[in-house]
């Protein structure tokens, strides 16, 4: 009976330690990958000649291990991507955040949602079935699969993530800006531009960063759309020609690799050189907003 | 004292009885629920496993392990007896047959299933031969344009698996580098690398510059398929399982299994079940070709 009036101090100690431990366990986790992928990819450093890893050539299975094209590829695909993306994404954030009447916002939000709910296979199927085919035949292309209908779907895929991250930065510029501008003279258009965009500005930032992180690490889609030539981009002409993109590489090289292999160390190698990206994007997107962290880190797990 | 020594003795004499007759008991309990092993050729083993699987469905005392690792690694195991049955995607090198001589016995062949490999095209495309040379040099990318081996002025768009498939690997080494084992030729670097068949035939069907290759089984109607000639002056054959069950398309080479020395017992009713109809079903249905041509 005495139990009942007071809580034993070994179970408030207990359920303390047990969520410490979840605290912790994520903490645990990164760590434990971060180990795991410096131990499995840099082997590769000195397993593989460096020239050879250096070189413009990715041919694994006759030991050619040149990353570069598989960088750059990816880098090209991103940022052709955020051509797509950084436009139609805020456009669509500033539509739902300052012109929308409430009803099409209740339309919308959801709507893009759902997009970020795609599976990405689904959407790069689609790619593979109606953008392939007509982008050959739109800009009479030798092959549709190219860094071009890469760039297209990515731009799909990180729209979501830039809509509501962007979305949530606008809707914080208070009030009374927009009011004060209006009643200085300015027309809707003017205060988006000129007083509602660059107060958000971190916010949208943050937002463009994010989108461009997630299309960098997308992977289905792009393996599907891309080609997957391991060619050295040269020019704006490559956005017309296939491209292999890093994880692309990994994703349909890892199944069938030798473990501990010199082309397994290399695929890890990549993936360190994808951590290193993401890291990044995200260090600078965090120190632009502290403000804005809970939003984006939830879109970021 | 002495009755408790005896005891010991007494049990030790029984325990040591009991040993060989236990023994025997396990050998043939092994016997009647046999255990076959079966290792190599990374291309066969996935079909390896649909007949390992289609087989211990119907003979549930039966079990049976595949694994891969490579034609050359399986014979290795079957040398030192370590697996029932070796896979091999080409035939037993004379080295290994008197290096099995030297261990004291004789591998035995199976011709289990064929593999062979279609050239296709967009089903406008005017071309509808091709020689292996011709072949090698577009996937070199020597050719570029349709109109240098008789097509259309279009350029050529060169569709391939991803580099560690088997079909990958066989083309490399039977097209491009034309059997020569010292030839460093590789694939252009502008060919498509493709994840899937899937991927290959879609583009092929949508696209009329495009060239790919892929298993025979997986090669659906809405693609056209080339014939192939071994050299300029040879004849053109299309791929179909009886031109390849008659050795006359070039691309195309005998899956094997190796055992050690002639099959008896749970081994040998595996091996013939392997040649039955309903096991080259599976053949068919992987992309493979049967070596029994069906309504014959």
């Not at chain 1, 180990?35 to 694994?60: C, I, V």
């Not at chain 2, 068949?197 to 997986?218: F, K, M, Q, R, T």
Request: aromatic share 8%.
């Amino acid at each position: 009976m005495e139990e009942l009036h007071s809580v034993p101090a070994w179970k408030e100690t207990l359920v303390t330690r047990i969520i410490q431990i979840c605290g912790y366990s994520s903490i645990l986790f990164v760590i434990l990958i971060l180990y795991f992928l410096l131990s499995e990819g840099l082997p590769a450093l000195w397993k593989a000649d460096l020239n050879s890893l250096f070189s413009t050539r990715w041919y694994p299975t006759e030991s050619y291990f040149g990353i570069w094209p598989l960088i750059f590829g990816s880098l090209f695909v991103t940022l052709g991507a955020g051509l797509v993306s950084v436009p139609l994404g805020i456009g669509t954030a500033v539509y739902i955040s300052e012109v929308a009447p409430s009803w099409t916002k209740e339309i919308l939000k959801p709507l893009v949602e759902l997009l970020a709910g795609l599976p990405s296979v689904v959407l790069g199927f689609l790619g593979i079935q109606v953008l392939v085919p007509f982008m050959r035949r739109f800009f009479d292309l030798p092959t549709g699969l190219t860094a071009l209908s890469g760039a297209i779907l990515l731009g799909m895929i990180s729209i979501p993530t830039m809509v509501s991250v962007a979305e949530d930065a606008l809707n914080t510029v208070p009030k009374s800006y927009r009011e004060a501008s209006m009643a200085l003279g300015a027309t809707r258009w003017q205060t988006i531009w000129g007083v509602t965009l660059p107060a958000a500005k971190s916010g949208v930032i943050t937002a463009v960063l994010l989108g461009m992180g997630r299309a960098m690490g997308e992977t289905m889609a792009v393996m599907m759309v891309t080609g997957n030539a391991p060619v050295m981009p040269q020019g704006l002409q490559t956005i017309i020609l296939p491209i292999r993109t890093m994880t692309a590489t990994i994703a349909s090289e890892m199944g069938e690799v030798a473990a501990g292999s010199v082309h397994y160390s290399v695929l890890f190698l990549i993936g360190i050189i994808l951590f290193i990206i993401s890291l990044v994007v995200n260090v600078v997107a965090f120190t632009l907003t502290s403000r804005k962290t809970t939003r984006s880190e939830r879109l970021l797990s | 004292m002495k009755p408790a020594a005896f005891i010991l003795l007494a049990t030790a004499l029984v325990l040591g009885a009991c040993a060989p007759v236990s023994q025997t008991v396990d050998k043939a309990e092994k016997e009647s629920s046999a255990y076959i092993q079966n290792k190599g050729s990374d291309t066969m083993v996935n079909l390896a496993l649909l007949w390992a699987e289609a087989y211990q469905k119907e003979n549930p005392d039966v079990r049976i392990s595949v694994t891969g690792g490579g034609s050359g690694t399986g014979i290795t195991a079957l040398m030192t007896n370590t697996v029932d049955i070796a896979n091999a995607s080409r035939a037993i090198k004379p080295e290994e047959i008197a290096e099995a001589k030297k261990q004291g016995f004789e591998p035995v062949q199976f011709v289990v299933a064929r593999d062979a490999i279609g050239v296709i095209v967009h089903p406008s495309n005017p071309v509808d031969h091709l020689t292996l040379k011709q072949v090698s040099d577009i996937y070199q990318g020597k050719i570029n344009n349709w109109s240098e081996v008789g097509g259309e002025d279009r350029p050529i768009v060169r569709l391939s698996r991803e580099s560690n498939s088997g079909t990958h690997v066989y083309f490399l080494e039977t097209v491009i580098r034309m059997g020569n084992s010292k030839s460093k030729d590789l694939f252009s670097e502008s060919t498509l690398l493709l994840p899937s068949s899937e991927g290959i035939i879609a583009e092929v069907h949508d696209n009329p510059n495009a060239i790919g290759y892929d298993g025979l089984g997986y090669i659906t109607k809405d693609v056209k398929l080339l014939a192939m000639a071994k050299t300029e002056g040879s004849e053109y054959v299309l791929p179909s399982v009886e031109t390849v069950n008659q050795n006359r398309y070039p691309i195309s080479r005998d899956l094997y299994m190796y055992t050690h020395g002639q099959p008896a017992g749970a081994l040998k009713t595996y091996l013939d079940w392997i040649l039955k109809p309903e096991a080259q079903q599976i053949v068919a249905d992987s992309g493979f070709v049967p070596v029994y041509v069906p309504g014959k």
